[in-house]
């Protein structure tokens, strides 16, 4: 019938699945046994990774410093002192329309 012939066919798509999962792990397994086994880091090797992590340090709070420097002179600031500018030049053209005024 038509239902055994369909569950039929699903199982031998579910052994070909399970036969082609099976070879892939046994394929996985053999290469990580290929894989070299890395050795624990010596104490010399350690001891060269925390002076360049005490330098990488210092590089990074010096970058850090820089950029605090620099951000005094950022696009805020910027954009503040042109306003500042803007203000300080209506309040000098007032002041001279004033003196043109009194002096008329």
Do not use: H, Y
């Amino acid at each position: 019938s038509q239902r055994t012939a369909a569950l039929r066919s699903k199982k031998q798509k579910l052994d070909a699945a399970t036969e082609q999962l099976q070879a892939e792990l046994a394929q996985l397994k053999a290469e990580l046994a290929e894989l070299p086994q890395k050795p624990a880091p010596t104490e010399q090797e350690v001891a060269e990774l925390r002076a360049t992590a005490a330098v990488e340090r210092k590089r990074r709070d010096q970058l850090k410093s820089e950029i605090q420097a620099f951000e005094r002179c950022g696009p805020g600031k910027l954009a503040e002192m042109t306003k500042q500018t803007a203000v300080a030049k209506e309040a000098a053209n007032r002041w001279a329309d004033n003196i043109c005024s009194v002096r008329s």
